[in-house]
């Protein structure tokens, strides 16, 4: 089955500093990926709808100059947390659709934990 | 907004049937019923979608009213792996449509 690998899955940086993660499709060719992000006992929140090859698409209410999203290729997205602060700490998901019919699932990586410190 | 409804938890016995239920009164006649689960600091994992017919796979069976109205997941032999968060999640098949993931139903399944 579709497989989505995310790099690193825990990650702990200081305050200011800027943090990349990246998503893959391993096995297929994603045009759009997805990017969540999940607070404690909440559920996931879409952040931002990344296309291949054209600027992301970003959710009310988040920053795009602070969530950076790049998806030059069609299996690797990234994300980076520029400036990072306590406040961004999170589980960050990602999730791509491969190519083909659009009732096919979506598949989501393992998840990236950001602890700022 | 997710545009479906769950219950907050439910428990069900190791070895039984968990059914979960899920309402989605305004459904629209393109958009499919996904079921997701996330496991404890994991991905959320894709586990059987449809349309207007019952599904089956290897993990569960989805079981769609006629007026599409509300579904039922049914686990048919809940062990203890399988106890998470369980998202219903409507979607219509455009692929550059986002899951929008409401609370969902935590399962805890007991020995």
């Known amino acids: 089955g579709a497989v989505v690998s995310q790099h690193p899955s825990r990650v702990i940086c200081k305050s200011g500093t800027s943090v990349k993660i990246e998503c893959r499709s391993l096995d297929f060719q994603a045009t759009t990926m997805f990017w969540y992000r999940q607070f404690p006992k909440q559920s996931l929140m879409l952040m931002a709808t990344?296309?291949?090859?054209?600027?992301?698409?970003?959710e009310q209410g988040v920053e795009k100059d602070k969530f950076l999203i790049n998806h030059a290729s069609l299996t690797l997205s990234t994300l980076t947390v520029t400036s990072a602060h306590p406040e961004d700490s999170s589980f960050y998901i990602c999730s791509a659709r491969g190519q083909g019919t659009g009732n096919s699932p979506l598949h989501f990586g393992n998840g990236t934990r950001l602890t700022v410190t | 907004d997710a545009k479906t409804t769950q219950p907050t938890s439910m428990d069900c016995a190791e070895g039984r049937a968990a059914n979960l239920p899920c309402n989605h009164s305004t459904i629209s006649g393109n958009e499919y019923v996904y079921w997701y689960r996330q496991i404890h600091s994991q991905g959320p994992q894709y586990i059987i979608h449809?349309?207007?017919n019952n599904e089956t796979n290897e993990m569960a069976s989805l079981i769609i009213t006629e007026d599409r109205k509300s579904s039922t997941l049914i686990l048919p032999h809940a062990t203890l792996r399988d106890t998470a968060v369980y998202y219903c999640i409507v979607r219509n098949n455009s692929g550059n449509t986002p899951l929008v993931f409401g609370k969902g139903t935590r399962l805890s399944v007991i020995a």
């Open positions: 449809g349309l207007k």
């Open positions: 990344s296309n291949e090859g054209s600027k992301a698409t970003y």
